[in-house]
């Protein structure tokens, strides 16, 4: 297993992020713990922005805070000069309350509430991605009733296959995402926010997918949104003025991953915009990125407590860890693979192959099925999962009442707490008990 960005191994023989000792971080805080690197992220933000400076120097990259949503991330990613796309009036709020900028702010969405679209026209945000026909009559009437005005772009889906996890293909014909082209839904859209007096047509969007490796399918893109941009041209006698790309850029979670620099992505869409946009007598419009995984993938790590070592003879060894799927629901939801070390023995041979099972009350709540720890893994080891930033967190739940973990910030040495813990009274906040039962 090779280390991430940041991590090493100190004297104790003990995992460090950025400069912290894992065990301690454990100690410290308790466990399961999230932990983000605040340099690598930083480091993510800068390997983004860099390759759009290179080639669409006016280009705009966008955090798709889904992936890791709270107060000190979102403040993070502002900092680099990123903006922040949202994808619920929850998400929103807590953009809003981090400070950020509403110009800096989108809001995408397939089934927007009337609540969220008032959220972001109040606030005036930089742009509600628009995702069907009906959406636009809610932000049309919000609207009216606030007399604001909204930049609205409009979501497409021209059906792409890329090569992921069903779940997270989204520009497929059959997929509830975005206005269909070929039905004329897209150029439909596009009218009535071109006759409205309280809509303007921003941009058009796409998002294909996630944890994507291939840059082709961002090139096959490149001309469904020139046919398109073409198509308003002739039509309505609009210019498009931003293509947005979406995220997706595929990250490293076992080795078998290798994904592409961020550059190769932006690249390929330079070259081929470039070209299409000649060839149809269009300009070159302003391009944008909204990445989550990219940006905080690989930058968290998740320690746990080993609270049990089972042998089953000629079976498998099952490590119990006081995580699962309730802080962790990506292996049994996509069959999600993870790598592992046990950070409180990093000296010793990771030679003995061991499934990581969380403490939820189902088989399939699983973190890893094979993963090489030391032959002396005993209770009390610290174990550590690797690439566990995006999607972890921001997917947590409370199933069979466990507490969400707490988010501790590691930078050079120094670490904050990001998230507190859940307590039990937390998780029963919100229970009432009708004078019937009292
Ligand atoms: N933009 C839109 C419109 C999206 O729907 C998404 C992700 C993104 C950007 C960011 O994609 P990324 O750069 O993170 O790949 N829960 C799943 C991933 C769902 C992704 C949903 N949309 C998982 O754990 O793999």
Do not use: W
Not at 330 to 357: D, F, P, W
């Amino acid at each position: 297993m090779e280390l991430r960005y940041g991590m090493n191994v100190n004297e104790k023989g003990h995992l460090t992020i950025s400069g912290c000792d894992t065990v301690e971080l454990a100690q410290k805080y308790g466990t399961p713990l999230y932990v983000l690197d605040e340099k690598f992220v930083r480091k993510n933000c800068r390997e983004i922005k860099d390759a759009m400076a290179k080639y669409f120097p006016n280009g705009k990259v966008m955090y798709a805070s889904k992936a890791l949503n709270n107060l000190a991330m979102l403040k993070i990613v502002d900092s680099e000069g990123l903006g922040v796309d949202a994808v619920s009036g929850g998400e929103l709020y807590a953009a809003l309350k981090a400070g950020i900028n509403p110009e800096k702010l989108e809001l995408h969405g397939n089934s927007k509430c009337e609540d969220e679209i008032v959220l972001a026209v109040e606030n005036q945000i930089g742009c509600i991605i628009a995702d069907g026909l009906d959406e636009l009559d809610l932000i049309e009437n919000v609207c009216k009733k606030l007399n604001k005005k909204a930049s609205v772009s409009i979501r497409l889906r021209p059906n792409i296959d890329v090569h992921a996890h069903t779940a997270v293909q989204t520009a497929k014909m059959d997929c509830k995402f975005g206005f269909g082209i070929s039905d004329g839904q897209a150029l439909e859209g596009a009218k009535r926010i071109h006759n409205s007096e309280f809509m303007t047509l921003c941009g058009i969007h796409c998002h294909i997918g996630s944890q994507i490796f291939e840059q082709e399918p961002f090139a096959v893109l490149c001309g469904h949104f020139v046919d398109f941009a073409k198509t308003l041209k002739t039509e309505l006698g609009i210019t498009v003025a931003e293509f947005n790309f979406g995220g997706g850029f595929g990250v490293r979670y076992t080795a078998e991953d290798q994904p592409k620099p961020a550059e190769s992505f932006v690249k390929v869409i330079f070259d081929t915009l470039d070209a299409l946009c000649t060839q149809n007598g269009i300009a070159v419009p302003k391009v944008a990125f909204e990445l989550g995984r990219f940006i905080v993938g690989e930058a968290g790590t998740t320690l746990y407590t080993v609270n049990g070592v089972k042998e089953i003879p000629d079976v498998r060894t099952y490590c119990m860890s006081d995580g699962g799927m309730f802080e962790n629901v990506r292996t049994a939801l996509y069959g999600a693979v993870y790598e592992a070390a046990c950070a409180s023995k990093m000296n010793q041979n990771h030679v003995k192959s061991v499934a990581i099972a969380g403490k939820c009350c189902e088989s399939g709540d699983m973190i890893t099925f094979d993963s090489p720890m030391p032959e002396s893994l005993e209770v009390g080891d610290i174990l550590s999962v690797f690439t566990t930033g995006a999607y972890n967190y921001s997917m947590a739940s409370n199933y069979n009442r466990n507490p969400v973990p707490a988010m501790v910030l590691v930078n050079d040495g120094k670490d904050d707490l990001i998230v507190k813990r859940q307590t039990y009274d937390d998780i029963i906040a919100n229970d009432l008990i009708p004078e019937s039962l009292k």
